[in-house]
């Protein structure tokens, strides 16, 4: 059995595609279009959950954007977060000081995704992205892969 210690640490990622603006240094989230913003506000968001609902986060978490599952970007159906942690040779990454992090990747799924993952687990959605070519490069208007 792994240790609990080895579950204490987490970073959250994007893949974001080489198109994506994230803003000049120096801008304020209100200088940034929402169409750039939202994998920050989103990064924020789950960084901060943990915390704010004392609870944790761990690969195959879901969450949607709201009770309703609304678009993070309009004509976009990705209205729901997957947690997904990388591969084993990538996390745990080990610090110099021999701390474990894991590292989960934010991808951004559409409501019949997550009620899929819901109903069938996570490995069964994974295998759908597989079967379906999903890059971890986020695409907000890729089709459902259910």
Not at 12 to 25: A, T, Y
Not at 78 to 101: A, H, R, W, Y
């Amino acid at each position: 059995m792994e240790n609990a210690d080895d579950w204490k640490h987490a970073e959250l990622v994007m893949f974001m595609p080489s198109s994506w603006n994230p803003g000049e240094v120096l801008d304020t989230s209100s200088d940034i279009p929402h169409k750039d913003y939202w994998a920050i506000q989103t990064i924020k968001f789950f960084a901060r959950f943990p915390h704010d609902y004392k609870t944790w986060l761990c690969s195959g978490h879901t969450i949607p954007n709201g009770p309703n599952y609304e678009p993070f970007l309009e004509g976009s159906e990705m209205g729901g977060i997957v947690l997904m942690e990388l591969d084993e040779k990538s996390s745990p990454m080990v610090s110099e000081n021999g701390t474990k992090v894991r590292l989960f990747a934010v991808v951004p799924v559409t409501r019949a995704e997550t009620e899929f993952k819901l109903e069938h687990g996570m490995q069964a959605l994974v295998e759908k992205f597989i079967e379906n070519e999903v890059s971890m490069t986020i695409d907000m208007y890729r089709k459902s892969v259910v």
